[in-house]
């Protein structure tokens, strides 16, 4: 099993920028893919970006150019970074990862952006 834990999330003006944190208590460097997942109230949760070993990160479209994912070998830390967030991106957001067990879940994080 995998355990992941999140942090970061809080309260952001339109505009702004956060940054997610998704740490591993295994090294991300044996895992199939990592990425992100968001829900917001009332929808389904969809991708919001990802990668596997060998390959850069893919995003959605409705986060390219203003998301990016950045990994620490060292910490076991994945981190989603985010900038010019819209009242859009208001959602939990879950970091996942494919290993051969299955899929493990993080806790999830709230972000909100608000004025």
């Known amino acids: 099993q995998v355990q992941l834990v999140e942090s970061g999330g809080g309260l952001v003006q339109p505009g702004g920028s956060l940054r997610l944190s998704c740490a591993s208590s295994r090294s991300i460097a044996s895992f199939n893919a990592m990425g992100w997942y968001r829900q917001a109230p009332e929808k389904q949760r969809e991708l919001v970006g990802m990668?596997?070993?060998?390959?850069?990160?893919n995003f959605a479209d409705f986060v390219k150019g203003r998301f990016t994912i950045d990994r620490d070998y060292v910490r076991n830390t994945v981190y989603l970074q985010m900038n010019s967030l819209t009242l859009d991106d208001t959602a939990v957001y879950y970091c996942?990862?494919?290993?051969?067990?299955?899929?493990?879940w993080g806790q999830g994080t709230q972000v909100t952006v608000s004025s």
């Open positions: 990668f596997t070993p060998m390959s850069r990160s």
């Open positions: 996942f990862v494919d290993h051969q067990g299955g899929r493990s």
